[in-house]
């Protein structure tokens, strides 16, 4: 996101949000650690790897190398809209009405529910920035999860490759899912361990949802039959 700005009553009198137009050129959602079943749903979920961190984040994969697949000119199509695709045009910030947008995100402008009333922040704003901040808490339970399946050695690369009717290829790196085999080879103190904590049962929807690729596979081709596309898994390098 670039070019936040505060939401401000004298600048923003007639700004709306159309929740249905969120998500326009996002391919990816950061996902908070209670949105796993829900997104699991529609969405292959893997971890993407932070660079300058090391940290793992939980992520929603949405599109194969374009748009966001799930958005369109008739609102989200699917099950379910992880938040921070529903929240993108928003960041918590200090002073005023305690929110930055982005005023270019495809979900405000003039249609929608209002953000402002007679000079005066709605309690849409207010819910917005109360849904913000238990998103911030869930990714970093997100964050938590990771690390524990990190630290039993639980995540491999996930490693892509998209093969275009014209024969182009394009490979996806730097995703990781749950290693299968090194998940029952676990001992019983880690098995137990990780039940109790709720990591298993996470862990076991994440590694299913990577077949919802082949959703996304299917949404690719209905919305452009002239570039159909083969997304595979390349295999594990040891």
Not at 42 to 60: E, H, I, Q, S
Not at 81 to 94: D, I, K, N, T, Y
Not at 118 to 127: P, Q, Y
Request: aromatic fraction near 4%.
């Amino acid at each position: 996101m670039s070019g936040l700005v505060a939401l401000d009553p004298a600048r923003h009198g007639a700004l709306r949000f159309d929740a249905a137009a969120a998500g326009r050129g996002r391919a990816i959602a950061q996902l908070g650690r209670g949105e796993i079943a829900l997104a699991a749903c529609d969405m292959p979920l893997c971890f993407a790897k932070d660079g300058g961190t090391g940290r793992f984040n939980l992520v929603a994969l949405m599109a194969l190398g374009g748009d966001n697949l799930f958005a369109g000119a008739g609102g989200f199509h699917a099950t379910y809209m992880p938040q921070a695709v529903l929240l993108g045009a928003f960041r918590l910030a200090e002073g005023g009405t305690g929110l930055a947008i982005d005023p270019a995100d495809a979900s405000l402008g003039a249609r929608g529910a209002a953000l402002m009333e007679r000079g005066a922040a709605t309690s849409l704003v207010n819910e917005l920035r109360g849904a913000l901040r238990r998103l911030v808490e869930d990714v970093a339970a997100a964050h938590a999860l990771a690390k524990a399946l990190a630290r039993h050695r639980l995540l491999r690369p996930w490693r892509l490759v998209l093969r275009r009717a014209d024969a182009r290829e394009h490979a996806i790196d730097g995703l990781y899912t749950i290693d299968e085999e090194a998940l029952a080879a676990l001992d019983e103190a880690a098995v137990v361990a990780l039940h109790r904590d709720g990591a298993l049962a996470a862990a076991a929807v994440i590694a299913a949802s990577r077949h919802q690729l082949e959703r996304l596979r299917q949404l690719h081709d209905a919305a452009h039959p002239e570039d159909r596309i083969v997304a595979d898994e390349l295999p594990v390098e040891d």
